[in-house]
């Protein structure tokens, strides 16, 4: 395995190590385990919209967890098809994601459709990581997209 395969692996191990590690407890916090309260906005969908959006969601984190396997392994070209059929603009479904905008407040919308520009973004750069074998960029536009999916996750849930 090269330097740069090694890398990425490091990277993707490292994010399911974090994301599998329990909370850190906050310095003012004085119960142990404490939960911080859930300060994020509700956004109310009618409970078909919000299955569907949630399975969407679903397949957004599949596309990420495909991403970076592929990343890893130097499937750049493969990570960016991944990418460009999942997360990007593409991916978007018609009707269900202009039913889907109908109940999301304006800051929703604009993360979401940034997460889709990013995914784009993301995959040019792996594209071009295919030809010249720099995994710098795409790395950091994936972690631009990831970025986005956690901002839109801290401020919002779906009630």
Known sequence: MNRTHRLVALLAGSLLISAN???????????????????REEVAFPPLVKRRTLATMRMHLQGLAEIQQALAE????E???IATMNL?????????????AKY????MRK????????AGEFAVAAQNAAATGDVQPPL???SQVTQTCVACHAAYRLR
């Open 21 to 39: 590690a329990p909370a850190q407890q906050s310095p003012a916090s004085s119960r142990p385990h404490a939960v911080a309260q859930d300060s």
């Open 74 to 77: 130097g499937r750049f070209q």
């Open 79 to 81: 990570a960016a098809q």
């Open 88 to 100: 990007g603009m593409s991916s978007m479904h018609g009707d269900q994601m202009a039913e889907e």
């Open 104 to 107: 999301m407040p304006p800051g």
């Open 111 to 118: 993360l979401g459709a940034l997460m889709h520009r990013r």
């Open 140 to 142: 950091r536009a994936l």
